[in-house]
């Protein structure tokens, strides 16, 4: 991992040039207004053929008691991300990434259960590139019914690659993988040259629809 101070007051537009060349920025913890890149040299991806869908997942999906939204509520998507006792996420990057949803370059995808934010996802898109940041869950369940909507989503709206910047247990077991920097780097480009609309496709007109998609491709 390489890490260097990024300037006092990041731009959208700069944030989304450091995208195209792989770099995404951190910070220590909430309070800490400073920012730095990082490029690490073993990338988190989600090959979008290769989601993993359990048994029990599917069985969770198919019960359908919840709503799916995009876009309805990335700010407290991004509040809900920030929550951790231990966070990257301080007031600069939301900023940012307040503003990227604002140009259209930032969308979240929300679960409701019970009419309360149960769990979602938010990212970045430039081109056919989809940067996932963070997701959480407040129910059991809600961030993989996230991403496994999320997944469906860009497979139909044409992405090409879906970054996950590192890769956890929990991505592992949906089919996460790691490759290499060089590796990442060919399939970025690739990406960029290609375009996607995150938020052209409809949802889902039922829960089964996800499950079969993602079955059918992993």
Known sequence: MSEEDAPERLTPELLLHAYSLGLFPMAEHRDDPEIFWVDPRRRGIIPLDGFHISRSLARRIRR???????????????????????????????????????????????????????????????????????????????????????????RLAGFRLFDTQFLTAHLASLGGVEIKRAEYQRRLRDAVQHSADFTAPPLPASPQEVVQRNTQTS
Do not use: P
């Not at 991300?81 to 969308?107: D, F, P, Q, V």
């Open 64 to 154: 359908g008691d919840y709503r799916v939204t995009v876009n309805a509520d990335f700010a407290g998507v991004m509040a809900a991300c920030a929550e951790r006792k231990e966070t990257w996420i301080n007031a600069e990057i939301r900023r940012l990434y307040e503003s990227l949803h604002r140009m259209g370059r930032a969308h979240s995808l929300e679960i409701w259960i019970d009419g309360i934010l149960a769990g979602g996802v938010y990212g970045v898109t430039l081109g056919a590139a989809y940067f996932g940041e963070s997701m959480f869950s407040r129910r059991t369940d809600a961030s993989k019914i996230a991403l496994a909507y999320l997944v469906d989503r860009l």
